[in-house]
C-alpha cells in the first residue's frame, strides 16, 4: 500500500461495511445472550433473519467464530428406566441402612447393564 492509499483510508473513516458489520456483531451477542449461549450460526441466521437482517449462514458463523462465541452443548434428556412393567419388585430390606453387625450380613450392588437376548440394556 502506497502513502497515498493509507492516508486516504485515514481520512475516509470506516466503510459502510465495517459499520454494518458492527450492528451484526452486536445483534449477535445480544441473541446469543438471550438464548443462554445456545444459539448456533443455523439458528442464529434464523433469527437474525427474522429480525430484518439479509445474512448468510457462513458469514453469521465467521463472526461467532472471531468473537469466539461458542454455544453450550446441552445433552438430550434419555430415558433410562422403565417404570411401567408388570415384573416382580424385590422388597427394600436395607432401607438405607448399610451398617452391619458382622462380615458378610448385608450385600449389596449396582447394575450398569444386563444383558438380554434383545441386547444391552
Known sequence: ???????????????NR???????LIEIMEIFEQSNQGYGAPRMTE???ARGWTVGKNKVAGMMRAA?????RR???????DSKH???????????EFTASR????????LT???????WL
Do not use: C, H, I
Open 1 to 15: 500500500m502506497t502513502k497515498s492509499s493509507y492516508y486516504r483510508w485515514l481520512k475516509q473513516g470506516l466503510s
Open 86 to 96: 408388570n415384573y416382580p419388585v424385590a422388597p427394600n430390606l436395607l432401607d438405607q
Open 47 to 49: 433469527e437474525l433473519n
Open 18 to 24: 465495517w459499520k454494518r458489520d458492527e450492528r451484526l
Open 113 to 119: 447393564y444386563v444383558r438380554t437376548q434383545k441386547g
Open 75 to 81: 445433552k438430550k434428556f434419555k430415558v433410562t428406566t
Open 103 to 110: 462380615p458378610g450380613e448385608v450385600w449389596v450392588s449396582d
Open 68 to 72: 469466539d462465541l461458542r454455544p453450550r
